[in-house]
Nanobody, 128 residues
Framework: QMHVAESGGRSVEAGGSVTLSCHYT????????MAWFRQASGKVREGVAA????????FYSDSVKGRFTVSQDNAKNTFYLHMMNLTPEDTAVYYC?????????????????????RGQGTQVTVAS
């Protein structure tokens, strides 16, 4: 049964960096659309980044472009979110999501309900 679990959330000062990990359990890690979402207190959940683990498509929201990057380690079935130059506006619960057999696309990668497998979230807090 497929499952995703995030880790790595922590508190950091503004300007700092954090890397989140998403461990995927299941078959066919290399043919998933995997994504990161975040939800700040009192705000709507938003898509942050997504990537097709088979290679090719990667997407970022405008709010994180140039500061956040994604990567993956196929041997560890792990998807990463590398965050740098963090600001207090990046404070949120960060969620990992995965969907099998889909190579991501510009119109739907940021839709939370598009993903069949979603994690419980990990907190990132950025102090000013």
């Amino acid at each position: 049964q497929m499952h995703v679990a995030e880790s790595g959330g922590r508190s950091v000062e503004a300007g700092g960096s954090v890397t989140l990990s998403c461990h995927y359990t299941g078959d066919a890690f290399a043919s998933n659309c995997m994504a990161w979402f975040r939800q700040a207190s009192g705000k709507v959940r938003e898509g942050v980044a997504a990537s097709y683990t088979g290679g090719g498509s990667t997407f970022y929201s405008d709010s994180v472009k140039g500061r956040f990057t994604v990567s993956q380690d196929n041997a560890k079935n792990t998807f990463y979110l590398h965050m740098m130059n963090l600001t207090p506006e990046d404070t949120a619960v960060y969620y990992c999501a995965a969907d099998t057999g889909w190579d991501c696309n510009p119109s739907s990668w940021s839709r939370w309900l598009q993903y069949a497998h979603r994690g419980q979230g990990t907190q990132v807090t950025v102090a000013s």
